[in-house]
């Protein structure tokens, strides 16, 4: 089959690698020329594992290409997949004008004829709230009177597993009108999905909100656990012990109930509150949704509140270590990360940072915090005060602690991730704070 992607972000390229990989040509549409230069010199734009390989192998089979000409772009696709972003906007809603800018875009390729294919289906990847399906819709029908149809196909992937979770998806969910798309997307996925794993069709509306409600009950569990562990640290208790007690009940399971610095990323803080908005417009308040977005907005701060009370007043002239800009290990994605809230409280207060990610450094640069980046993670200690960790990278795992110990002015850790056990660290002399296992507060007010 011939695709056209529009978008070659984390989720548009993955798509557009991975189908061609199954067979089919692919052309990816962007509008970002730099981008586009990269791509077409064969090089990945993003850090996602696996998928700089796959694109190679499948640019030299012939099968994937880029282009930042729409007429190139529209010519042969008979599925047009728009997988352009959704950010949330200045004024706090979704913003769809990426969406309506590539419908557009396909109404005059349809109509002018540049698009050559008689009927395409355009399906809509982005994620966007109930209706927009409807809306795109309209806006290319205002165009043209040639024959289309619209599709909505949620992405599920996750950055850092982004390959594996396209290749072998849960569930492939697709809101159709028609038959059309019916049999075009079942010929698609059909190498992707099984029984076990199936393809789905509903109407656009249940598909669209599939995705705000998975990401909403997922974004929920992660806040749920996060608010259990500052009552564990108040009252004593050990976070670690109490999930594993919770979550060998069947019912409740372990996944996502990990404690934190809370979600960042592109998907869930921008869909919670997407969900919000969708409550806010239809006169149905999302009490629930609210509560998860302030618990994780929060748990940033508490997290910072637990360095001040370590340091007092002796926390301007400090100089910290940070561990992990990403907001999750395994990208270089850093939209939303807590390293960036983190750094910006810590930033206020007088301190000086430096940081080591091994992977996110320079996509961090961008938010242009006047902070020290360090290539080495050890050589990020060297006279530093205390090392504050914001994402789990498998290289934290298993660090030296003795040469961490050598490093550091002070052997003082704050684990916003919980990677190390607590009890080891302070038997080799550490103060270590973590989430839920140590009373922050109480420690810190004793000392
Ligand atoms: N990132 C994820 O993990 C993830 C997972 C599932 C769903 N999603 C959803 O997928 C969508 C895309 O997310 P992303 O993270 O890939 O975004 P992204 O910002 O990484 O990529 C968007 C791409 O679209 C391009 N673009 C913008 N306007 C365009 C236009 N008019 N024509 C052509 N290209 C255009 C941009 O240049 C950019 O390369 C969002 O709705 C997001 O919520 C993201």
């Not at 042969?76 to 809603?93: K, M, N, Q, S, Y």
């Not at 040469?403 to 103060?431: S, Y």
Request: aromatic content about 8%; some cysteine; overall charge negative.
């Amino acid at each position: 089959m011939h695709l056209t992607i529009v978008g070659s972000g984390y989720v548009g390229l993955v798509t557009g690698t991975c189908f061609s990989n199954t067979g089919n040509q692919v052309t990816c549409l962007d509008i970002d020329p730099e981008r586009v230069a990269t791509m077409l010199r064969g090089d990945c734009p993003i850090f996602e594992p696996g998928l700089s390989e796959l694109m190679t192998l499948n640019i030299k089979a012939g099968r994937l290409h880029f282009t930042d000409d729409k007429t190139a772009g529209y010519a042969d696709g008979e599925l047009i997949f728009i997988c352009v972003g959704t950010p949330t906007g200045a004024d706090g809603r979704s913003d769809l004008s990426a969406v309506m800018a590539v419908a557009r875009d396909i109404g005059h390729a349809i109509e002018s004829g540049d698009c050559t294919v008689e009927h395409p289906v355009v399906v809509v990847k982005s994620t966007v709230p109930v209706g927009t399906t409807s809306k795109v819709r309209e806006v290319i029908g205002g165009i043209t009177n040639k024959p289309f149809s619209v599709a909505d196909n949620p992405e599920f992937l996750r950055e850092g597993d982004a390959i594996r979770d396209f290749q072998q998806p849960d569930r492939v969910v697709c809101g159709i009108e028609d038959d059309r798309s019916r049999e075009l997307l079942t010929k698609l996925y059909e190498p992707y999905v099984n029984q076990a794993n199936p393809l789905m069709f509903m109407d656009v509306e249940s598909s669209e909100m599939v995705k705000y409600a998975s990401n909403a009950m997922l974004a929920a569990k992660i806040s749920f656990i996060n608010e259990i562990a500052r009552l564990a640290d108040y009252y004593g208790a050990d976070i670690a012990r109490v999930r594993e007690g919770m979550c060998a009940d069947k019912r409740i399971g372990d996944k996502f109930l990990n404690p934190g610095l809370g979600y960042g990323g592109s998907c869930f803080p921008k869909d919670t509150l997407a969900v919000i908005e969708m409550g806010q417009d239809s006169g149905i308040p999302c009490l629930l949704n609210e509560a998860v977005h302030e618990v994780n907005q929060q748990q940033r701060h508490w997290f910072v509140n637990g360095v001040i009370r370590h340091y007092g007043d002796a926390l301007a002239g400090k100089t910290l270590a940070l561990w992990g800009l990403a907001f999750k290990p395994r990208t270089d994605d850093v939209r939303e990360a807590p390293a960036q809230t983190i750094i910006e409280e810590l930033l206020k207060r007088g301190t000086t940072i430096r940081a080591f990610d091994p992977i996110a450094r320079h996509t961090f640069a961008k938010y242009g915090l006047d902070i020290e980046y360090v290539d080495d993670m050890y050589e990020c200690l060297t006279g530093c005060d205390g090392l504050v960790v914001c994402t789990e990278w498998d290289e934290f795992r298993t660090p030296d602690f003795e040469l961490m110990k050598d490093r550091l002015a002070a052997p003082v850790i704050f684990d916003g991730r919980n990677v190390w056990h607590d009890d080891n660290l302070h038997e080799q002399g550490f103060a270590y704070y973590s989430i839920g296992r140590r009373p922050l507060h109480q420690t810190c007010s004793a000392s």
